[in-house]
């Protein structure tokens, strides 16, 4: 009887510390946890900020006033826009010269006083790209 | 302990029954009352297990919530169809301060003013004199401010983080956009209109403006403003197909970041607000109204050669060609005698009903509080629906005109114009015969081609559309001569229209290089050329080539009777 009782206090007395125990591990890891979500959202406010720099930086006219100050480009008119279609045809490939470009093997053979780039006979099937290739 | 009952038991029987009974009264109660326990702890066992295991298959409710916890802005972003910001809220310090702890109320007043430049020194020791213990100093510093505020350390200054609505774009969208007050509450455009959802949602609101075109509008009429001396205008860009709105610009305008300094005709919106008689761009809707009731064809034509008389007015045609013209020719030239008999032929029921249909007669279904009210002639007698075809009597918004031409053009679907981006299929109510529409985009192309809109043929992109130039109406009664209203309205590529695009400057003057015009062809059109070949590209129109085979065959008017090439400017 006396050795139930000592064993009861003892399996009591573990609980109790097992229990503090978790008890201190769980509000430690919560207080990490409360801090991993203080981080992030400060985080999640500083990259809204950059965001709205960001958009700030990239309004269309000060985009336009750099491309100005910096770079050499002209609005695009239509005679610059073409379609796949309408490209030259594909230039034909000559045996018996390797990884040399075709014209410039052809007139190395000829007269040097020609063209180095003389224009090549077109093929008979013109170069293609199907329109869902090209999106 | 078994012995002794038994030995007392059998010493005596009497004593035995009351002592037996005795015993089991007290046993069964025992029972009972270990039940009820058990019964009491297994419930709150039950409970434990199910509050720890089964509910949710998790243990506390606190780390659910946190792990949510997303930035809230107190207001959503408001992005354009690209995901660029438009507008969005920023927290921002405000500096306050506690007169009771000022030590040095001038001292720090001087100081205060070395950073703030804004404030003034004296103002500020008032404030910080002041027998209160809260005193506003200035709102939203920047960062830096706050910084340099900080490095002072003047003892008594404090900050408090507010939020702020920014606006990245400033005065690019101010119409679109609007603005709010201290407040945080929408008071004027989206912010208005969506002003609940702002104020519930996380989630961006995404509008149908392109920023990229609502900028290349805003720079051409801008110029052609500046260019002829206008005092506004308007531009719009619409999706012929879907009815959003890819740009619409209102100018003079005004930077909504400080929404306070502006005067009204800043916040006038002239695109979807103001109302005007848009004159010869009306035509669009007439010839359309002539040839879908079938009381003409493009093979008919009317003489207009005499100017009607009706009333004290006289119509006349301001370049008359004085002869028989065709209906093409009629819209070609832009002449009014042909309008008004084409007009007059539906009849006035006839052209009540179409407009009413088209949705000229009610305020547009747009995500705005600022809709103009159309100013409908009422009653309509038959002098309005002679004014009304060449466009005067009935006053409608920009808005109205560009929605209305989409109509015309894209099969004679109407759609409701929207500002919110919009996916798939938009569901219209079909209003025009297809017929109706493919003559009509065949007449808009043959302005641009060989009449009043030729400034507006942008090379590869089939440009058609349709000039107008309108009296305004003056201070008393009649029309103010040399107040217009220049317009252009166009559709591209007019095979396939998928965009229409409206500009519409308020009061250009007649210029040098312009031989003293001010009409559509001269200030408007130029600005829709531009318009469309900086915006094709972005929009992803690929240029054709007009001479093709294909494109003449679809674009192609049979005039009977073509003869004199020459143009009116009207």
Same mark, same amino acid.
């Given at each position: 009887m006396r050795r139930v009782t000592v064993l009861w206090f003892l399996i009591a007395a573990c609980l109790g510390v097992a229990l503090f125990l978790v008890k201190y591990e769980v509000q430690d890891r919560e207080e990490k946890l409360a801090a991993l979500h203080r981080e992030i959202l400060s985080n999640q406010e500083a990259v809204h900020v950059l965001e709205a720099e960001w958009s700030y930086l990239n309004r269309p006219s000060n985009l336009e006033a750099m491309v100005r100050r910096h770079l050499d480009l002209v609005p695009l008119d239509t005679t610059r826009l073409g379609q796949i279609e309408r490209l030259p045809m594909r230039l034909p490939v000559l045996p018996g010269i390797d990884g040399m470009v075709p014209g410039v093997g052809e007139a190395s053979l000829a007269d040097a006083s020609l063209p180095a780039f003389a224009p090549p006979p077109p093929l008979a099937r013109p170069l293609t790209i199907s329109a869902k290739v090209r999106q | 302990m078994t012995d002794t009952t038994q030995l007392r038991a059998g010493k005596s029987v009497r004593l035995e029954g009351v002592t037996k009974q005795a015993l089991d009264i007290g046993r069964n109660r025992l029972i009972l009352a270990g039940c009820l326990l058990t019964l009491g702890f297994a419930a709150i066992a039950g409970r434990v297990i199910e509050l720890s295991a089964? *509910?949710?298959?998790?243990?506390? &409710?606190i780390p659910t919530a946190a792990a949510d916890a997303a930035l809230q802005t107190g207001r959503a972003d408001i992005v354009d169809r690209n995901g660029m910001l438009v507008a969005t809220s920023l927290r921002t310090p405000s500096l306050y301060a506690d007169p009771g702890e000022i030590l040095d109320p001038t001292r720090a007043a001087r100081k205060l003013t070395t950073v703030l430049t804004d404030l003034h020194a004296t103002d500020v020791e008032t404030k910080l004199r002041a027998n209160r213990r809260f005193v506003w100093l200035q709102r939203n510093l920047t960062p830096h401010e706050q910084y340099r505020v900080n490095a002072l350390g003047i003892p008594g200054l404090h900050f408090m983080d507010e939020w702020k609505r920014i606006y990245p774009q400033s005065a690019l969208m101010a119409h679109v956009v609007g603005y709010t007050d201290t407040d945080d509450r929408g008071i004027a455009g989206v912010e208005r209109a969506f002003d609940d959802v702002l104020r519930d949602g996380r989630a961006p609101l995404h509008l149908s403006v392109d920023l990229r075109i609502q900028h290349i509008v805003r720079q051409e009429l801008a110029h052609q403003i500046a260019r002829f001396e206008a005092i506004g205008g308007s531009g719009i860009v619409l999706d012929a197909n879907t009815g959003e709105t890819i740009a619409m610009v209102s100018l003079p305008d005004f930077d909504p970041n400080v929404a306070g300094d502006m005067s009204p005709d800043q916040r006038f919106? *002239? &695109?979807?607000l103001g109302v005007y008689e848009m004159g010869s761009t009306f035509k669009i809707f007439n010839t359309a109204m002539a040839l879908d009731a079938g009381t003409v064809t493009l093979r008919d034509g009317y003489d207009a050669s005499e100017p009607i008389r009706i009333a004290r007015f006289t119509i006349r045609d301001f370049?008359?060609?004085n002869r028989w013209l065709s209906v093409p020719e009629i819209f070609k030239y832009s002449s009014n005698i042909g309008s008004v008999k084409m007009a007059m032929d539906v009849g006035t029921e006839g052209q009540k009903a179409f407009m009413a249909r088209m949705g000229m007669l009610k305020p547009m279904s747009l995500e705005l509080p600022e809709r103009g009210y159309p100013l409908v002639p009422s009653p309509w007698r038959p002098i309005n629906t002679m004014t009304i075809s060449f466009g005067h009597g009935l006053s409608v918004s920009p808005m109205h005109l560009a929605s209305g031409v989409a109509t015309v053009v894209n099969g004679g679907i109407k759609r409701p114009t929207t500002l919110l981006k919009t996916t798939g299929r938009v569901i219209g109510e079909e209003v025009l015969k297809p017929a109706t529409s493919e003559a009509m985009r065949k007449l808009m192309r043959l302005v641009v081609v060989d009449g009043t809109g030729r400034n507006a043929d942008a090379v590869g992109y089939l440009v058609g559309g349709k000039t107008g130039t309108a009296e305004k109406a003056g201070g008393g009664r009649g029309y103010a001569r040399k107040s217009l209203l220049s317009s252009f309205v166009a559709a591209f590529p007019v095979n396939d229209p998928k965009y229409i695009v409206l500009i519409m400057v308020d009061e250009p003057k007649g210029q040098k290089f312009s031989h003293g015009y001010a009409t559509g062809g001269w200030v408007a059109a130029p600005a829709v050329k531009r318009i469309v070949e900086r915006a094709a590209p972005l929009l992803g129109v690929a240029p054709v080539d007009m001479d093709a085979p294909e494109i003449r065959r679809d674009l192609l008017v049979d005039l009977p009777d073509a003869g004199g090439k020459r143009l009116a400017s009207f």
């Amino acid at each position: 009887m006396r050795r139930v009782t000592v064993l009861w206090f003892l399996i009591a007395a573990c609980l109790g510390v097992a229990l503090f125990l978790v008890k201190y591990e769980v509000q430690d890891r919560e207080e990490k946890l409360a801090a991993l979500h203080r981080e992030i959202l400060s985080n999640q406010e500083a990259v809204h900020v950059l965001e709205a720099e960001w958009s700030y930086l990239n309004r269309p006219s000060n985009l336009e006033a750099m491309v100005r100050r910096h770079l050499d480009l002209v609005p695009l008119d239509t005679t610059r826009l073409g379609q796949i279609e309408r490209l030259p045809m594909r230039l034909p490939v000559l045996p018996g010269i390797d990884g040399m470009v075709p014209g410039v093997g052809e007139a190395s053979l000829a007269d040097a006083s020609l063209p180095a780039f003389a224009p090549p006979p077109p093929l008979a099937r013109p170069l293609t790209i199907s329109a869902k290739v090209r999106q | 302990m078994t012995d002794t009952t038994q030995l007392r038991a059998g010493k005596s029987v009497r004593l035995e029954g009351v002592t037996k009974q005795a015993l089991d009264i007290g046993r069964n109660r025992l029972i009972l009352a270990g039940c009820l326990l058990t019964l009491g702890f297994a419930a709150i066992a039950g409970r434990v297990i199910e509050l720890s295991a089964l *509910r949710d298959h998790n243990e506390p &409710a606190i780390p659910t919530a946190a792990a949510d916890a997303a930035l809230q802005t107190g207001r959503a972003d408001i992005v354009d169809r690209n995901g660029m910001l438009v507008a969005t809220s920023l927290r921002t310090p405000s500096l306050y301060a506690d007169p009771g702890e000022i030590l040095d109320p001038t001292r720090a007043a001087r100081k205060l003013t070395t950073v703030l430049t804004d404030l003034h020194a004296t103002d500020v020791e008032t404030k910080l004199r002041a027998n209160r213990r809260f005193v506003w100093l200035q709102r939203n510093l920047t960062p830096h401010e706050q910084y340099r505020v900080n490095a002072l350390g003047i003892p008594g200054l404090h900050f408090m983080d507010e939020w702020k609505r920014i606006y990245p774009q400033s005065a690019l969208m101010a119409h679109v956009v609007g603005y709010t007050d201290t407040d945080d509450r929408g008071i004027a455009g989206v912010e208005r209109a969506f002003d609940d959802v702002l104020r519930d949602g996380r989630a961006p609101l995404h509008l149908s403006v392109d920023l990229r075109i609502q900028h290349i509008v805003r720079q051409e009429l801008a110029h052609q403003i500046a260019r002829f001396e206008a005092i506004g205008g308007s531009g719009i860009v619409l999706d012929a197909n879907t009815g959003e709105t890819i740009a619409m610009v209102s100018l003079p305008d005004f930077d909504p970041n400080v929404a306070g300094d502006m005067s009204p005709d800043q916040r006038f919106n *002239r &695109a979807t607000l103001g109302v005007y008689e848009m004159g010869s761009t009306f035509k669009i809707f007439n010839t359309a109204m002539a040839l879908d009731a079938g009381t003409v064809t493009l093979r008919d034509g009317y003489d207009a050669s005499e100017p009607i008389r009706i009333a004290r007015f006289t119509i006349r045609d301001f370049h008359g060609e004085n002869r028989w013209l065709s209906v093409p020719e009629i819209f070609k030239y832009s002449s009014n005698i042909g309008s008004v008999k084409m007009a007059m032929d539906v009849g006035t029921e006839g052209q009540k009903a179409f407009m009413a249909r088209m949705g000229m007669l009610k305020p547009m279904s747009l995500e705005l509080p600022e809709r103009g009210y159309p100013l409908v002639p009422s009653p309509w007698r038959p002098i309005n629906t002679m004014t009304i075809s060449f466009g005067h009597g009935l006053s409608v918004s920009p808005m109205h005109l560009a929605s209305g031409v989409a109509t015309v053009v894209n099969g004679g679907i109407k759609r409701p114009t929207t500002l919110l981006k919009t996916t798939g299929r938009v569901i219209g109510e079909e209003v025009l015969k297809p017929a109706t529409s493919e003559a009509m985009r065949k007449l808009m192309r043959l302005v641009v081609v060989d009449g009043t809109g030729r400034n507006a043929d942008a090379v590869g992109y089939l440009v058609g559309g349709k000039t107008g130039t309108a009296e305004k109406a003056g201070g008393g009664r009649g029309y103010a001569r040399k107040s217009l209203l220049s317009s252009f309205v166009a559709a591209f590529p007019v095979n396939d229209p998928k965009y229409i695009v409206l500009i519409m400057v308020d009061e250009p003057k007649g210029q040098k290089f312009s031989h003293g015009y001010a009409t559509g062809g001269w200030v408007a059109a130029p600005a829709v050329k531009r318009i469309v070949e900086r915006a094709a590209p972005l929009l992803g129109v690929a240029p054709v080539d007009m001479d093709a085979p294909e494109i003449r065959r679809d674009l192609l008017v049979d005039l009977p009777d073509a003869g004199g090439k020459r143009l009116a400017s009207f």
